[in-house]
């Protein structure tokens, strides 16, 4: 079983919607998580950190369920340029565990 | 903010050739290096983790000996793919990190490495 999984998507929706998906971590020792977003196969960059309490940046908003193992994303009044590919990932120790990542393409 | 530097960021290369991809830590001591490779539509799978001055630690699956890895200085890491064959092209991205766990990882821009 992969450490970290996600809907692939992809999750088509018109400027302005509201967007969220979940991912779900095989590790219950991990320590932390993170949001990351990638373009076309470009290096994948820091979206947001997500904390237990859970936390919002501007339209984004992260949950972290310790008990089910899952977090969320939500992304408010869609834009054109929040099409991406999101990636899930999880911290245990030194290593980052990468989900395949969730797509989200923005449509005008 | 940390700037890692990946080079070069694409490669065409016969099949037998082998290829070096440096990683650079710009602005900050990289005590820790992360080798990572993506094949379309998956996951990034860490390949070697890499202390400064030591033996790579290598996941399980990747062989060391086809992927060798140096990280003689605090800003500088390579992977070279020894003998490189149409299946190792992919998408190789390190990171570095200053150290501790809870420093964040810092991405280079990638290598897309494509092997005929």
């Known amino acids: 079983r992969k450490e970290v999984e996600q809907d692939p998507g992809p999750f088509n929706v018109p400027e302005g919607a509201t967007v969220a998906f979940n991912c779900t971590y095989s590790n219950s020792a991990s320590q932390s998580f993170f949001w990351y977003r990638q373009d076309c196969r470009k290096e994948p960059k820091l979206l947001m950190s997500v904390y237990s309490s859970g936390n919002e940046d501007g339209r984004f908003t992260a949950q972290l369920n310790r008990a089910s193992q899952y977090i969320s994303l939500l992304i408010r009044d869609s834009k054109l340029s929040d099409s991406a590919t999101y990636l899930c990932?999880?911290?245990?120790?030194?290593?980052?565990?990468f989900g395949a990542g969730t797509t989200v393409t923005v449509r005008a | 903010g940390a700037v890692v530097s990946q080079h070069p960021s694409w490669v065409i290369c016969k099949s037998g050739t082998s290829v070096k991809i440096e990683c650079r830590s710009l602005d900050f001591q990289a005590t820790t290096m992360f080798w990572y490779r993506q094949f379309p539509k998956q996951s990034l799978m860490l390949m070697a983790t890499?202390?400064?001055?030591?033996?790579?630690?290598?996941e399980q699956g990747v062989e060391k000996d086809k992927f060798l890895i140096n990280h003689a200085s605090l800003t500088l890491s390579t992977l070279t793919v020894t003998s490189a064959h149409p299946e190792d092209s992919s998408f190789y991205i390190c990171s570095a990190t200053g150290g501790g766990n809870n420093q964040p990882q810092h991405f280079g821009d990638g290598t897309r490495l494509s092997i005929l």
């Open positions: 990932v999880a911290f245990n120790d030194y290593k980052l565990s």
């Open positions: 890499s202390n400064e001055g030591s033996k790579a630690t290598y």
